[in-house]
């Protein structure tokens, strides 16, 4: 069972390395790129301002509705895969 353990503590390291390592290329791709991104969020921005329905609570109902399933999906795979279990507070 020693070996089994070991196992889990090594895929779960090299899990958290694999995730800190797609997270640095992460950002340091979003500074490289905040040029452009910011243009982008500068246009999408002057669209929406002029929409009659980007100014109504409906757009804002359904916006939380979703954005908040991203948040519920992310805890269910936190709960459905082991090698989280360590960051779990319990």
Not at 20 to 46: D, F, P
């Amino acid at each position: 069972m020693k070996s089994l353990k070991t196992l889990d503590e090594r895929h779960s390291q090299r899990m958290v390395f694999i995730l800190r390592l797609l997270l640095l290329i992460a950002i340091y791709t979003a500074y490289v790129n905040s040029k452009h991104m910011q243009q982008v969020i500068n246009s999408v921005w002057e669209f929406l301002r002029h929409q009659w329905w980007y100014q109504s609570v409906y757009n804002e109902t359904i916006l939380v509705q979703v954005w908040s399933y991203p948040a519920i999906f992310i805890y269910r795979l936190i709960h459905h895969f082991k090698w989280s279990r360590q960051y779990r507070y319990e």
